[in-house]
C-alpha cells in the first residue's frame, strides 16, 4: 500500500503544554513515520503512513489534544513521501517570526499533587513539582520559542534523573521545561526583615510556625509576593492592614479546600468548579452569616474572596495547619507587587516580620485574577495570572497590527495579530509611577513574545491619561477612543456581535467628546461610529477628583441641584455633619470653581451611599457603592414610579426626583434597607425605559452592558432580568472585566476597524 505523507502547521497554544509528546506517542500508536517540531511558526508535524492511519491521525490531533493546549490555527498540506526512521521529536529552532503561544500559568496537577504528599516519591513535599500539565508558564518565560533556556529555570541543570524524564517521551515530564527535583532545582528559604537567614530544616515548617503566631510573612509565589497572616487572628490581620495602608478594602484568602470554604461561604456548583479550575482565581463568595473569620478580614462586605492553593508551595503551606489564610499582594496600597527576592525585602520589609522567599526568579508580574459567577456565567473582575497571555478571539481579521493602551484606573494593554487580542496582565492605577513603569514594561514584553509590531495605537479621549501621553509619545497613528464607546465595543466584541447595538455604559468616569465627564450612558453604536441617546443629567463635582474621595461632596451636589437654596434646612445627617462646609461647596459649585460636571452613574451611587449615611468618605475605590449594595433588602421589589422616564424620553435624564423620593424615604424613617432596594431598582428601571425608548427610535433589540456599576450583583441581576422581560437580547462581560481592565479589547476593535476603512 502506497505511503503518503502530509505537513502539519498547528498554532495556538500548543508549546509547553505536552503537545509534542501527545503527537508522538499518536503518530506511533497509528505506524506513522515522520517528525515533530516546535518552531517559532507553532508545532510542525510531517507524518507519513497509509492514508487511513494519516486521516485518524488529523482527526485525532484535535479530538484528543491536552487539556491546557488550545489549537487557533490548524493548516495541512500533502507532501511528496520520504524516508525516516521512524517517528522523531526535533529541538526547537528559534528565528522565524512566532505566531505561537506561551501558555499562562496553571495551578499544579493531580498527578503532581499527589506526588507531593506521597513520602516514597522523590520530589515528597517539593515546593516547585511540576509536569508538562501544570506549573509555571508565563511568568517565568522571558522569550519565545518557551524553552528551558528562555525560562527562569536555565540557570538549573537537570540532573541525571530529572534529565532521563525530560527525555522520555512516555513520562509526564518529557520536555517539561519547568521540571526539577530537590536535588537539582529551585529552593525555598526563610530570612527574618533584616534580611538574615534563618536556620532550620524545613523553611515552610517553619513558615507555617510563624504564620500560627500571629506573624505577618511574605511569602514568593508565582506572579509575585503575597502578605500572608493568619485569617483567624484579628489582631494579626488588623496589624497587617495598618502596615499595608489599607483600611477597610477586602483581603482574599486561601484555603486548603472547598469543603473547607463552604464553611464560611455558600458555594453553588459553577462556583466550586471556578475555584477548582486550574487558573486559580480568587473567587467572591456569599458569605455565611456566622463565618469564624476575623472580621477585619472584609469588613462592612457580605462577600469573602477565597482561592484554592495553586502552587505546591501553597499546598504545603495551608494543607495540614491552616483552615483560611489571608493572602493579598505583596505591596504597598496600589503599588504593583514585588516579586525579586532582594526586591521584596527592601519594599516589603516595613510591612513583613518575615519572608518565605525562593530562588526561581519570576519574569512576569501577574497579580491573581478575580471572578465571582453571576446569572449562572462567570465574571472576570480582573483578569491576570491563569489567563494571561490566552487571547480573546473576536470576529473577523485584524489587517493592521494594533496596540490599544487602555485607561488609567485597572489598566491592562492589548495587542492585535489575526482575529486574537491579547490582553495584558492586570497593571494598576497608572497614577502610580511604579505602576506605569510596570505598564511601559509589560507593552514592550508583550510585543516581544507574540512578536507584534503594532502599526497602529488606540488610545482613550482623555488628554490626562498617562496612557493617552504615552500613546501620542510612540510617533505611530493614533485612533483616539471615547471610554464609553469603548466599553460598548468590548461588551459586543467578547460576545461576537459587530452589527450596531443598544449600549448601557455605566462607570464612574470617562471623558466624552464634549469634554465632560459622562459615565451615565445609553449609547447606540458599533465599532465604526455611535450617537448617544441618552445620559444621567450631569451634575458638578465640587472639589474635582476630592468629590470621588470624598461622596458627601456628590451628595451636597445632587441635594443642591434638588432642593437649591432649600438644602440649608434639609434635616438629614449628611447635611448635618457637612454644615460648616456647606457654604464653601455652594458657592463652588455656583461659581464653578473647580467643579466639572459629571453625568458619572457611578457618583450618583456615591451621593445615594451618603445621603443614607452609610459611606460619607471612601477608602477605596467603589467602597460607597458597595456598602450601598451590601445594606440592600433583597426581598423589596418597589420602584419610586414617579422618577421614572416617559416613553420617548431621551438626551439628557433627570435623576433629582429620585434623590428627592431617597431623600423623603429617609424623613419618613424608612428603613435604609428599603430605600437603599428602591434605589436600585429605580435606578436599573430607568436604564430599562430608556433602552425601550432607543429601541423604538432604533429598531435595534440588542443592548450590552458595560461598565463598572455592572458589577454591582444587585443592580445586575435585576436590570438583566427584566431587559430579558422586555424581550431584549443582553449582552454582558464573562472573558474581560465589565471595568475598565476590559477598555483596551474595545479600544483595539474599534481602531482595527478604523484601520481596515482608511484603506490600510
Ligand atoms: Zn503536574
Ligand atoms: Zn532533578
Ligand atoms: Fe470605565
Redesign the pocket.
Known amino acids: 500500500m502506497p505511503h503518503r505523507r502530509y505537513r502539519f502547521h498547528i498554532n495556538g497554544i500548543v508549546q509547553g503544554v505536552g503537545f509534542r509528546p501527545f503527537v508522538y506517542r499518536l503518530a506511533r500508536e497509528l505506524n506513522l513515520a515522520g517528525f515533530v517540531n516546535n518552531t517559532s511558526e507553532g508545532v510542525l508535524i510531517e507524518a507519513q503512513g497509509p492514508l487511513e492511519n494519516l486521516d485518524t491521525f488529523r482527526r485525532r490531533l484535535r479530538e484528543e489534544a491536552p487539556p491546557l493546549s488550545r489549537i487557533v490555527d490548524f493548516a495541512l498540506k500533502e507532501i511528496p513521501p520520504s524516508h525516516d526512521d521512524g517517528f522523531s521529536i526535533i529541538e526547537s529552532d528559534d528565528n522565524a517570526s512566532a505566531s505561537t503561544l506561551i501558555a499562562p500559568d496553571m495551578s499544579v496537577c493531580a498527578d503532581c499533587l499527589r506526588e507531593l504528599f506521597d513520602p516514597a516519591d522523590r520530589r515528597y513535599r517539593y515546593p516547585f513539582i511540576n509536569c508538562t500539565n501544570c506549573g509555571p508558564r508565563f511568568t517565568i518565560t522571558a522569550g519565545i520559542p518557551y524553552d528551558r533556556p528562555k525560562t527562569s529555570m536555565r540557570v538549573f541543570p537537570m540532573c541525571p534523573d530529572c534529565e532521563r524524564e525530560y527525555h522520555d517521551p512516555g513520562n509526564r515530564r518529557f520536555h517539561a521545561q519547568p521540571n526539577a527535583c530537590p536535588v537539582c532545582g529551585p529552593k525555598v528559604e526563610l530570612r527574618d526583615r533584616n534580611g538574615d537567614m534563618i536556620a532550620t530544616d524545613d523553611p515552610v515548617q517553619s513558615a507555617v510556625d510563624l504564620l500560627k503566631a500571629g506573624n505577618i510573612v511574605a511569602i514568593r509565589g508565582l506572579g509575585g509576593f503575597h502578605l500572608a497572616v493568619d485569617a483567624f487572628n484579628d489582631a494579626a490581620v488588623s496589624e497587617l492592614r495598618r502596615r499595608k495602608g489599607r483600611a477597610e478594602k477586602p483581603f482574599a484568602m486561601m484555603a486548603p479546600d472547598i469543603e473547607t470554604i463552604e464553611r464560611f461561604c455558600y458555594v453553588e456548583e459553577e462556583e466550586k468548579a471556578l475555584l477548582a479550575a486550574p487558573t486559580r482565581p480568587i473567587v467572591l463568595l456569599r458569605a455565611r452569616a456566622e463565618t469564624p473569620v476575623a472580621p477585619s478580614v472584609a469588613p462592612g462586605n457580605a462577600y469573602l474572596g477565597f482561592m484554592l492553593p495553586y502552587t505546591p508551595l501553597h499546598y504545603l503551606l495551608v494543607r495540614e495547619r491552616f483552615d483560611a489564610l489571608v493572602m493579598t499582594s505583596g505591596n504597598y496600597s496600589e503599588e504593583p507587587i514585588a516579586i525579586g527576592n532582594a526586591e521584596g525585602l527592601e519594599r516589603l520589609r516595613p510591612l513583613a516580620d518575615f519572608f518565605l522567599l525562593h530562588d526561581r526568579e519570576i519574569l512576569q508580574r501577574c497579580d491573581d485574577s478575580v471572578a465571582r459567577v453571576v446569572g449562572g456565567k462567570t465574571r472576570l473582575l480582573r483578569r491576570s495570572r491563569g489567563f494571561v497571555p490566552v487571547p480573546v478571539f473576536v470576529e473577523g481579521e485584524f489587517k493592521t497590527p494594533v496596540l490599544a493602551c487602555g485607561?488609567e484606573l485597572k489598566s491592562a494593554i492589548a495587542l492585535t495579530r489575526g482575529n486574537a487580542v491579547f490582553l495584558s496582565q492586570h497593571i494598576g492605577d497608572l497614577d502610580n509611577p511604579a505602576a506605569f513603569k510596570f505598564y511601559q514594561h509589560s507593552i514592550g514584553y508583550l510585543k516581544d513574545i507574540l512578536q507584534i509590531e503594532p502599526e497602529i495605537i488606540a488610545h482613550d479621549l482623555h488628554p490626562e491619561y498617562l496612557s493617552t501621553k504615552w500613546a501620542t509619545e510612540q510617533g505611530l497613528p493614533l485612533v483616539g477612543v471615547q471610554?464609553?464607546h469603548a466599553?460598548l465595543v468590548s461588551v459586543q466584541a467578547e460576545n461576537g456581535v459587530s452589527g450596531k447595538t443598544i449600549g448601557i455604559i455605566l462607570?464612574?468616569?470617562?471623558y466624552g467628546t464634549d469634554g465632560t465627564i459622562w459615565?451615565g450612558e445609553v449609547l447606540v453604536g458599533d465599532a465604526r461610529e455611535f450617537t448617544r441617546f441618552a445620559w444621567l443629567e450631569p451634575v458638578p463635582m465640587p472639589g474635582g477628583e476630592a468629590a470621588v474621595r470624598e461622596p458627601w461632596r456628590m451628595a451636597v451636589s445632587y441635594l443642591y441641584a434638588s432642593f437649591g437654596a432649600g438644602i440649608e434646612a434639609l434635616r438629614i445627617p449628611v447635611i448635618e455633619r457637612h454644615r460648616g462646609e456647606l457654604p464653601v461647596m455652594l458657592r463652588m459649585i455656583d461659581r464653578g470653581v473647580n467643579s466639572p460636571v459629571s453625568s458619572g452613574c457611578g457618583r450618583l451611587f456615591d451621593a445615594v451611599s451618603s445621603i443614607l449615611g452609610i459611606r460619607e468618605v471612601a477608602n477605596y475605590e467603589a467602597q460607597p457603592a458597595i456598602e450601598l449594595e451590601m445594606s440592600v433588602d433583597e426581598s423589596v421589589r418597589a420602584v419610586y414610579e414617579n422618577a421614572l422616564p416617559e416613553r420617548g424620553a431621551h438626551g439628557s435624564f433627570s435623576v433629582l426626583p429620585l434623590v428627592e423620593s431617597v431623600v423623603g424615604d429617609l424623613r419618613s424613617n424608612v428603613p435604609l434597607s428599603r430605600i437603599a432596594a428602591m434605589f436600585h431598582l429605580t435606578l436599573a428601571e430607568i436604564f430599562v425605559r430608556l433602552a425601550k425608548n432607543a429601541r423604538e427610535a432604533t429598531g435595534l433589540n440588542k443592548v450590552a452592558l458595560s461598565?463598572?456599576v455592572f458589577q454591582n450583583v444587585f443592580f445586575f441581576n435585576f436590570i438583566v432580568t427584566r431587559l430579558q422581560g422586555e424581550g431584549f437580547e443582553v449582552l454582558t462581560h464573562s472573558v474581560v472585566p465589565a471595568?475598565?481592565g476590559g477598555?483596551a479589547l474595545g479600544q483595539a476593535v474599534i481602531a482595527g476597524i478604523h484601520a481596515a476603512g482608511a484603506g490600510k
Open positions: 485607561g471610554h464609553h466599553h462607570d464612574g468616569t470617562g459615565g461598565g463598572g471595568n475598565d477598555l
